[in-house]
Every structure is written in C-alpha cells, then in structure tokens.
C-alpha cells in the first residue's frame, strides 16, 4: 500500500500562513503532558536508545557508504604552469592565479528564514531543548501533531542562523536521523493516520528545508546528512506533484554535490545529471524549481577533478539551450555550467564547441550582469586553450573586439581574464597576426602602467607568448608599436620577487633580441645599433638588481645579450660611416 499524498501545491508563505492559524491546535513538545500519552506508551514498545533506533535501520543499506565517499579523492591543486616556448603557454583556468573570481555562484546555498508573523520560541530555549525536541520525531512513539510540530522548531533553529555552528548543534541533538527517516515513504504509510494524510505535504516540506540547510554547512556536515541515506530519498521526491517539495529537494541535492568529496558519489550512482535534465526540459515548469535544477546541474560539473566526459556530452545541450532562457539566474547558472564543464581536455571543449555555444557566449560579454559575463569570459577563456579549430571559431564569431571592449571594464577580474584569453589565443602562431591587426598590442601596452599587479602580470603572459610565435615581420611590429624595452625596465622592479612571473620576463628578453640577427642577415648594420641602444637602459637595470630571486636569471640574460654585442664583419665595399657605426655598438659590449 503506497502512501496517498496530497497533490496539492502550497508555497512557503502559504504554509507559513497555514501554521500560523493553526499554531493554538499544535501540541507544544516543550510541554508535553506525559499523563495523556500513559494507555498509548504503555502499548507500543519500550524506545529504542536515540542513536542506535535509525542507525540499526539503515546499517543494512548504507554500511558501505561513508567508506566510498571517502574514496572520491578531490584534486584542488592548479595546473603546472610551464614557462614558454616556441609556440607560447596555455594555462587553465585553474591557474592560482586566473581562478579567483568574485562572480560565481555558491556552491551551496541555505533557506532562510521567510516567516516572521508567527512568534517564535527563544532561540536561546529553543537550542537548550534541541536534545529534546529531537526525541519527539520518534514516528514509534509519537503522533503526528508532535512530530509535526518539532520538525518546525528545528527547522527553525537551522534557518534563523545558518552558521555551521547552528548545523553542527542540530546534529549533534541526534535530528538528523530522524528527519531522513521521516522522508521513507514506506514509514509515512505506516504511521500516518487518514486525518494527517492531508498534512504530509507540509512536513515533507519542512523536512527537506531542514536537512537542505544542515547540507548546506561544512564537508563533513553534509557528510553527515549522506551517511544517513538522504540521497535516495530526496531523489525519489523529486518526483512529488507538490512543486515545494519537489524544489526543496532538489536545492538539497544542489548543496550535497557542492560539498566536492559527495559530488562525483551522487553522481555516479543516483544518476543524478539525467535526472535534472529530465526536470529542466518540464514542459511550463515553474521558475523557482528550474533555478534550483540548472544551479545543480552546474554544480555536477564544477570543481576538480573535471567529471566524466559521458555526463558532460550528456548535458551540453541542455546547457546549450539553457544559454537563451531569459531569466538572469537561469542564464547565469547555465553559462558557469558551461565554465566548469570545459576545464577539461580537448574533448570537452570540443564538445561544446559542437554544440554551437560559441556564438552565444561571445554575445553574453556585452551582458550588463557581472556574474553573466564572467561565466561567459571564463567560459570562452577555457575553449581557447583547445585546439587551433576551437580559437578559429571564436575568431570567427568576434570574440577580439569583444575581448577589446572588456579591457575598459570597470572590475578588475574581468581585465584579467580578458587579458589570460588574450594569452592563450596567442599561443598559436596561427592566430597572433589577426590580434596585432585589431590593434590589442597597442592596447593592453598603454594600460599595463595603471593597472592592478595580476592583471600586468597577464599582460607580460600575453606578450611573451605573442613575441615567442609570431614570425620576424610582426615580432618587429609589435616592439615598434609598444615601446616593449620600457615596460620590462619597469616589470623587472615590479616583480623582482615573484620567480614565476620573472622567468616569463627573461625568456621573452631573449626572444626580443631575435630581431638584432634579422638585422644582421639582411645587412642594416645601422637599424641593429638601433635596435641595440634601446636595451641599454633595459642592461643597466638587470645588472643593477641583486635580489635572489632575479639573479637567477640575470646572469643567463647577460651571457645571451653579449653574445649580440659584438658586430660581425662586413665586406669592405661598405662605407666609412658604416663602419663607425659598427665600432660605436662594439662600446655596448
């Protein structure tokens, strides 16, 4: 026999409303009178010590559980970040320091408190009678009304402050157990009376909101609600006709994946992806309930290590689809799904570069919302690090002027990421001249004096790579339009002490110096002295530095500068001016 539930859909202000008037016809717990109860607990049997009561229920189901998340190893660690070569450096998004943007969603997020009418009990009374209000979920001893009544109150307790603090004093009362037992569908059968039958909906509800924000503390609590079994049973609700139940249940689900080391456990065994996007694709479904859905199936995706390459595949068109829908969470939640969905390898990228998101993401950069556009920025800086195809793409929809246009932006994390895609695109030969042609050089150069140090540090990434790969010609253009000699004079001071930046400075004054051999083997002897003089201040300044940090460097610099000091020889048809000249350039060395 299957419990029969009202289908009834009520919001949270209704049930509010309804438990406000109905308040006088609640049995307090806190004051219970124990005579009433004598003939019925003289009956059932005698209770069951607090912990062992539901824990001996789920041992037989669950025994397994914690050692398997416990499995689930979650690597945060950044990628290595190599320094350049020839064809310059792709870095990820998960670079230390690229991937600390002030505009994602939460990974989880609580339920406050939404009603005030009603005159709550002391929370000081209320959190020194938690052990005993959690005694009065005991579905064996008590009846409804009472349970009814004590999942409120806690429910309560962890939605007026909702501090881990409060979360962990809610566990440690011993609730949780019950709250997900009451969620069993076979216990409600049992226990519910016909007259409560029309009330389950309001405690299910309750009983969701409850453990949604228990889940929504530290690792180890949402650990805590896991353990329990609560995975499978909130899944199963999501199936309820009650669209407050089904939207609690679901923003439950969210929280327990956004805890990392439970992510991949939902996902892999509850199937949880097809399930959302069973959800999502419901025909008029309601708003509140398709937030809920997109921001869980975003937070499957995100975090290291990167999911599997099936769920991505399996929900990239719903992402791709979702990048049009109108409202700006909907629209928000799905483009970080995109985000945190190609930090993977090229297969990932290349999934949704098939998919057609391209476009649309660039067009998502103009949005005036802050979270819109970061997502749709990190999301096109992650498919540049794809393959020379993927970047095509992206050229081909206008993502340079664009990327032109986000420099001028106000927030400082969206100039840094704007300049790291810049970067990445620059680490293909291929595409380094359609970025001088647009004039981005030119650009990034007369901002690098006044911005912030991450986002310089950006700016000397980007003209390492584009000075590494780029052919003599556009090399030549680029240090003539710059004035690129001044920038690093200035950089050497700025990040004398940062030994990762400091090898992307030496490696790249090397490279700038390829030109004088140019020079050389086209027989303009006076463009080299030229060339050479506007190192001189750039040379003094190396030599002057002696922190250990530059040193380590400098001296390979030096030793590679002075081996272009000294001017080859020159037939003697070439005049006497010439010839000073080159004596001139020999005082360099």
Known sequence: MEIVISNESKTTEALSSENDNNTNNIIDPLNINFEQYNKELKIKKQRKNQKSFIIEQVRKYYCQLKKDIDNYNVNNKPSQTIFLTDKGTLRTSSDENINSNNFEPYLKRSHLMSEFKRKEIPRVECQKNLHLIAQYLDVDVYDFNIVFESVLRIRRFVSADTSPQSFQQAIDSGAVPYLVNLLRKDVLDKWLKKQDRINANSLIFEVCWALTN???????????????????????????????????????????????????????????????????????????????????????????????IEYVKMAAPTFANLVYHADNDVLSDSTWGIAYSTEGSDDYIATFVEAGVCKRLVELTFSTEASICSAALRSIGNITTGDDSCVEVLLNCGVLPSLIRLLDNPKRSIKKESVWTLSNICASNVHIKAVYDVGIFTKIRSKFDEEDVSVKREILWTFGNALSGSSDQVRLDIIDSCNLCDMYQKSLTTFQADAKILGVIFETLEVLMKPIQYFRDIGEPLKEKEFLEQFRPLVEKVKFLSSSATSKYANTFLSFYEEYTPIQSIDDSNTNSNTNAKEEIGVLY
């Open 214 to 308: 228990i889940a929504s503390g530290t690792g180890e609590q949402t650990r805590f609600v896991v353990q329990f079994g609560a995975v499978p049973l909130l899944i199963e609700w999501i199936g309820s006709e009650c669209d407050d139940i089904k939207e609690q249940s679901i923003w439950a689900l969210a929280n327990i994946i956004g805890a990392l080391e439970c992510r991949d456990y939902v996902v892999v065994n509850f199937g949880i992806v097809g399930k959302l996007i069973e959800v999502i694709n419901t025909p008029n479904l309601k708003i509140s309930i398709l937030r809920a859905s997109v921001w869980a199936l975003s937070n499957c995706f995100r975090g290291k290590p990167s999911q599997k």
